[in-house]
Structure formats: structure tokens, C-alpha cells
């Protein structure tokens, strides 16, 4: 059915996906933040057709991760998507599902990130304003969350003398 939605996520929804899980409950403890939102428009369903999103991701951080999205495979798994950075500094996650590989890729304003079918992807605040960005792919891809809820990604992605570094979760 054609429409719009808007999603909100606080840190309550991001349980399980932050590697520093006492830094984790001492931020709720704190507070509930927003973290994201997400604007989806779904013009129409039909083969052919295209779902685009707005994404807005706050900065922060929770020990030395940056505040991120929780993170989905498409239900359709060959379902590639594209992201166009709006404003702000983002580092985008990618995990391939069959390999386990994992890499980073920046998202910059004006700048594209492709991602590929059959990848978990994550996307990342590294900057100090809010992240931006415009993610683009087919009707019927449709978010798997369940996979990540169960398994998360193997590789986090930390501060390090102020950069963005991919490092294996610790267990
Ligand atoms: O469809 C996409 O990939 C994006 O619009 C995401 O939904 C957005 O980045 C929020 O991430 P998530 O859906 O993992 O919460
Ligand atoms: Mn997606």
C-alpha cells in the first residue's frame, strides 16, 4: 500500500547492539535519548518499484562506539540499496552474510555508498552535528531485523585519537 511513515528510535530500542553493555545501562540510567529517525516513503508496490528513506542519526556516543542504527539484512535477500549522504559525518557497516566479512565505508555529504544484496548494514554518527542521509531501494526489499538482533555484526566500530576504527566485537 503506498504511504509514508516516520520511525523514531530511543536508546531503549538499541538494546544488545552497543559492545559496552555497562556503558549501556549507565546512559539509560541516565536518560532515554533519540537516538534516529527515519522518514520512508513508499510511492507504490509493484515490481519495478522503489522505496526511499531519510534517515537523521544524532552524535554521541556510548563508552567509545558511536550512537548507531540497529541495523537490518533486506527479507529479500538480493535487494542492493544506495545511500546518499545528506550532512554531517557517517561511517556505514557492512557485513556479508555469507563470507562474514566485514568492512567500513564512509558517508559523506554528496557522496554515495552502494551496498550490495545479501549485506547487514549499520550505519554510524562519527561526526559532532547530526547525519543525514537519503537511503534508496527496491519495493520489495523489505528490513529484516531479526538476523542482527540475534547475531549482531562481528566487527564494532570505536573511537581511536578522535577517528572511526573497525575493530572484532569483544566477546
Ligand atoms: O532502509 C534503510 O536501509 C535505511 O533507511 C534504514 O532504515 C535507516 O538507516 C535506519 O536503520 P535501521 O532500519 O537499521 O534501523
Ligand atoms: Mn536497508
Known amino acids: 500500500m503506498p504511504g509514508a511513515t516516520m520511525v523514531k528510535r530511543h536508546l531503549n530500542d538499541l538494546r544488545g547492539c552497543f559492545a559496552d553493555t555497562a556503558a549501556y545501562e549507565a546512559a ?30 544524532m552524535p554521541g556516543k556510548i ?3 558511536y550512537w548507531m542504527t540497529k541495523g537490518h539484512l533486506h527479507s529479500w535477500r538480493p535487494a542492493a540499496e544506495f545511500y546518499f549522504g545528506l550532512t554531517g559525518e ?27 544484496g545479501r549485506t547487514a548494514h549499520r550505519t554510524m554518527n562519527v561526526g559532532n552535528t547530526p547525519l543525514t542521509y537519503l537511503g534508496v531501494y527496491p519495493a520489495k526489499a523489505g528490513h529484516d531485523y531479526s538476523t542482527i538482533a540475534r547475531k549482531n555484526f562481528r566487527c564494532i566500530v570505536v573511537e581511536r585519537d578522535g577517528k572511526p576504527v573497525m575493530i572484532e566485537r569483544p566477546s
Do not use: K, Q
Open 63 to 65: 563508552g567509545n562506539e
Open 28 to 57: 539509560l540510567a541516565a536518560g532515554n535519548p533519540l537516538l534516529y529517525s527515519v522518514g520512508a516513503v513508499e510511492p507504490a508496490d509493484g515490481e519495478g518499484d522503489l522505496h526511499y528513506g531519510v534517515g537523521l542519526l
Open 90 to 116: 557517517g561511517v556505514m557497516l557492512l557485513e556479508d552474510e555469507a563470507t562474514g566479512e566485514n568492512r567500513i565505508v564512509p558517508l559523506r555529504p554528496n557522496g554515495v555508498v552502494y551496498v550490495p
